[in-house]
């Protein structure tokens, strides 16, 4: 089963795209063009097919050529991109310091640091240091909205 | 309704855009001379770039996010945008404030190019009006394709018909004149002074009402019998339903900036041109120009 | 022209001139190295310091700044895999391989010394054929960009490993596809966006540099328990000094893709990020097979190449702002803006009106470029000691890198969930063995393809009469038949020996 994934994960790919493809609007003043908004999108969901197709056919010749899989810990990598996303989500309430440092920390907890000092230590240093060299390039970070006093 | 009442001590800009581009540039040349000339205690500036500056439009929306200190910079694509459903956001929704600058339409060639007159561009275009095919640096649709559209509409052809070929930026637009790629560029006066100052290019009329004193020679197309205008202006939004008290305290600021000479100094170091429309007279001219837009979208078939 | 040179040299010596290029050298190469901020922020945010300023002083300050920061960015790239700015991402295909073998600061000095030769390259290129040159820029039109492109995405090939083709032409594709989300230039209306207003403006490079390398890197350390970083990288003094092998692998490269690196630079519609990723598959295509260590693995060519590149490129570009008044770039473009508003009129008048301004930020490149390795070497040990970090603060703080290297080009978070859903997806296909690079090469080609052949086919009234109209064209399309159908008797040619 696993030779035939590259070829499936291909095909999936064109077939969403080519399915968002059919939503683009094709606008009156594209009918007197050669290319519209379509065309290339079109085009690429095609040739993503076919190579696709390609890569079931050459299935067998290319298992040889992939790498052995090494196992490790899947949770943790989950993990790891749920603490970025959280991030996104928080930059906006905490702003830029604050967001730095609570990435940073979870980050640091995540891969195995369990003192409190560096946890804590680490995190504030960066972020010190991040909102220093911002302030002397003049570049204004919107404050988090928490801290703001708004209409 | 949003109530205020503290005076204005300070600006808040919002720059829909990034860092050194149009938007940009017209806030903060804005803001440092609100605090040359005194007018104002202090300026900050805030740039959300992002959804083709839907992402400044909806912080202004946002009550959470707006300030009554907020000013949005804007200029005519605001209503470009605001036809397409698509966008969901609409110049109504805003506070106009006042227009600060304007850039008016122009057709210009290349200097040694064998059309000489707008007559003779008019002559062609009627003969073919595929024969020409004209640079601009805006996507199809938005203003530089309208400024060529509304040309069409004036001499009286189809504006469907315009062979417009669109670019990313203005300045390849200009390459692409300069080079010989197009025969013509539909364009704004101010994006193209320099290459007029320096001769490369020739502008053959200008969509203004009336000539302008950079361009003594250069003929309006109303005067030679095709009445058209259109100006690309730059100027600021309030937050949605802001008490009358508060806009004027705002139009009063920016009119009192009009006569500094810090700000003349702005307007000298960018070759910029005052248009100045301030509150209810700003809304109706916005007003105008919508029926305007919309009207060039329509014959483009930009709009289902 | 002899007499505005001697006052180009007199202006750009006067001691405050001078203090001005160490001074914009400086500040971009270090604006370069900092998370998201690339050329265009940092010559942006030079322009208020510039006020004050005589004009020659201004432009050659922010000049310093823009290839200070191409410079700055490669430290990045090499050192944790997250390019500072676009133009460096191809530098991380070798540079992040060899950084992780124990050989970071010999990395870093190839960058610093290739980038010195290629600023250099395209200053004396800039010196003596500008106004030649720009002609040649002028006669490039959009159905020649348009098959440059797709004679660039032959590269597809060279950028994958053996047996990977398929996958790379895949990949290659995917790139293309991410390329069409956005508002395109034919509606202007946004498509392929999901319904995501985070989505209208396109996905940007740097974000997806970040997302397929840097991020995605970090999470299948952690996926399959190999965090880099472990094995204590560290650069000494003594590993700056390359040796002469390494001088004599070297010096052909950066030769070459100087000169190609400078010539793509020129033209108005490419930049010093296509030069990049062309100088990085030219110079693998002609190493070949035997390369040692083959190329993605950390050879040095595969870092002097597009680091030679994009600087010559960067100094390409000046050609078209100094002589037409075109900027080629948004980089370019804040400059140009910059010098309008300075009272300068770049194009032909600029080298009649004011030539002690033209030719002083030309001499002033030479000096910027000698300042920038005279910067740039003695840091590198220093730089190389973020190695040493272990893996558990390491990682984390890449992480972190990547996560502001996107939110402070746009302050916007959606922009992180974006990268933080690619780098999801990256990791899946990297564990079925899909190459990223070719994606890379898709995503920044599918753009500008998309554009110029649209412009081609409105020029050329829906017909595809540039083809041979056109010699440029013509001799483009030809090649990139060649390199698509060369391979294929090339292998079949194998399979009949074996």
Same mark, same amino acid.
């Given at each position: 089963m696993r030779r035939f994934l590259p070829g499936l994960v291909v095909l999936t790919l064109a077939a969403v795209y080519g399915w968002q493809v059919m939503d683009i609007a094709i606008l009156p003043a594209d009918a007197r063009e050669a290319m519209s908004a379509r065309t290339l999108p079109l085009v690429l969901t095609a040739a993503m097919t076919v190579i696709g197709v390609l890569l079931l056919v050459t299935a067998h010749a290319q298992a040889t050529a992939s790498s052995p899989v090494r196992r490790g810990d899947g949770r943790k990598a989950v993990g790891l991109l749920g603490v970025c996303a959280l991030s996104a989500t928080l930059l906006d309430p905490l702003g830029v310091p604050v967001t730095t440092a609570l990435t940073l920390a979870a980050g640091m907890w995540l891969l195995g640091e369990r003192r409190i000092l560096p946890l804590l230590a680490i995190p504030a240093f960066v972020s010190v240091v991040l909102v220093v060299l911002l302030l002397l390039l003049a570049i204004d970070l919107p404050a988090g909205s928490l801290w703001s006093k708004h209409v | 309704m949003v109530h205020g009442d503290e005076d204005l001590a300070s600006l808040h800009f919002l720059v829909p855009g990034g860092a050194g581009g149009g938007w940009d540039t017209t806030a903060r040349a804005t803001g440092s001379a609100l605090i040359a000339a005194g007018l104002v205690d202090s300026v900050s500036f805030e740039n959300r770039s992002g959804a083709g500056g839907g992402r400044g439009f909806s912080t202004m929306l946002d009550p959470r996010a707006r300030t009554l200190s907020m000013v949005m910079v804007s200029s005519t694509p605001i209503l470009v945008r605001s036809? &397409?459903?698509?966008? &969901?956001?609409?110049? &109504?929704q805003l506070t106009p404030v006042a227009s600060m600058i304007g850039d008016y339409g122009a057709i210009m060639v290349r200097a040694d190019a064998p059309l000489q007159s707008l007559a003779q561009l008019v002559d062609a275009l009627r003969a073919d009006p595929r024969a020409i095919k004209f640079a601009g640096g805006s996507n199809r649709g938005d203003t530089d394709h309208l400024i060529l559209a509304a040309v069409f509409q004036a001499v009286g052809l189809e504006p469907a018909q315009a062979r417009y070929v669109p670019y990313g930026a203005g300045g390849q637009a200009m390459l692409a004149l300069l080079s010989g790629e197009t025969g013509a560029l539909a364009s704004t006066v101010g994006e193209s002074i320099h290459q007029v100052r320096a001769g490369n290019v020739r502008v $053959? %009329?200008? $969509? %203004?009402p009336e000539r302008l004193p950079e361009l003594p020679r250069v003929p309006t197309f109303t005067e030679s019998g095709y009445p058209v205008e259109f100006l690309n202006w730059r100027g600021f939004f309030a937050v949605p339903d802001l008490e009358a008290v508060q806009r004027d305290r705002l139009i009063d600021v920016l009119t009192r900036l009009r006569s500094t000479e810090a700000w003349q100094a702005m307007l000298r170091r960018y070759s910029w041109v005052p248009v100045f429309h301030a509150g209810d007279d700003f809304a109706r001219y916005l007003d105008s120009q919508e029926t305007q837009i919309r009207a060039l979208m329509h014959a483009l078939g930009f709009l289902g | 022209m002899f007499d505005g040179f001697l006052a180009g040299v007199d202006t750009a010596f006067t001691s405050f001139n001078m203090l001005m290029v160490i001074t914009g050298c400086f500040a971009g190469t270090f604006i370069g190295m900092l998370p998201g901020l690339g050329p265009a922020t940092a010559v942006a945010l030079m322009i208020p310091m510039t006020? /004050? !300023?005589d004009p020659a002083a201004a432009i050659i300050l922010m000049a310093g700044v823009y290839y200070g920061a191409v410079f700055g960015g490669s430290t990045s790239s090499i050192l944790i895999n997250a390019p500072g700015c676009s133009s460096t991402v191809a530098t991380a295909f070798d540079g992040y391989p060899m950084a992780q073998r124990g050989a970071a600061g010999k990395a870093l000095a190839v960058a610093a010394w290739s980038s010195f030769s290629g600023g250099m390259f395209g200053a004396v290129g800039l010196l003596v054929a500008a106004p030649l040159l720009a002609k040649l820029a002028m006669t490039f039109q959009s159905p020649d960009y348009a098959l440059l492109m797709l004679l660039g995405l032959t590269a597809v090939a060279s950028l994958s490993g053996h047996g990977q083709v398929l996958k790379g032409y895949a990949m290659a594709l995917f790139g293309m596809m991410l390329a069409t989300v956005g508002t395109d230039g034919i509606t202007g209306l946004p498509r392929l966006t999901f319904g995501q207003p985070d989505l209208v403006d396109g996905l940007n490079f740097v974000l997806i540099a970040m997302a397929t390398y840097a991020l995605a890197e970090v999470v299948l350390g952690v996926l399959e328990d190999r !965090?880099? /970083?472990? /094995? /204590?990288a560290t650069a000494r003094f003594r590993d700056l000094a390359l040796n002469r092998a390494d001088v004599r692998a070297v010096a052909p490269v950066i030769a070459r893709q100087s000169l190609l690196g400078f010539l793509v630079g020129v033209l108005p519609g490419a930049g010093a990020t296509i030069a990049s990723f062309l100088a990085y598959s030219t110079e693998k295509n002609l190493a070949g097979a035997t390369a040692r260590p083959p190329f993605g693995e950390g050879n040095v060519r595969g870092v002097a190449a597009p680091e030679s590149a994009n600087n010559a490129a960067t100094t390409g570009a000046f050609v078209p702002l100094l002589t037409l008044g075109i900027p080629g770039s948004g980089t370019t473009a804040i400059l140009l803006g910059a010098m309008i508003a300075h009272g300068l009129q770049p194009g032909p008048r600029l080298y009649a009106d004011h030539p002690e301004v033209f030719w002083s930020v030309i001499v002033s490149m030479f000096v910027g470029n000698l300042m920038l390795l005279v910067i740039n070497l003695p840091m590198i040990p220093w730089l190389a000691k973020v190695l040493r970090l272990p893996s558990h603060v390491l990682m984390p703080l890449v992480v972190v890198f990547c996560l502001l290297g996107v939110y402070l080009v746009s302050f916007n978070p959606g922009d992180v969930l974006v990268l933080v859903v690619i780098a999801a997806i990256a990791v899946f296909l990297r564990r079925l063995d899909f190459p990223m690079a070719p994606l890379l090469l898709g995503f920044i080609l599918g753009g500008y393809l998309e554009d110029n052949l649209q412009r081609a086919f409105i020029l050329y009234d829906g017909g595809l009469g540039f083809l041979w109209q056109r010699p440029a064209s013509a001799v483009m399309a030809i090649a990139t038949l060649v390199c698509l159908v060369l391979p294929l008797f090339r292998r079949s040619g194998i399979t009949a020996t074996d």
């Open positions: - | 036809q &397409r459903s698509e966008y &969901r956001q609409n110049w &109504r $053959l %009329a200008i $969509l %203004a | 006020w /004050g !300023l !965090l880099p /970083g472990d /094995g /204590g």
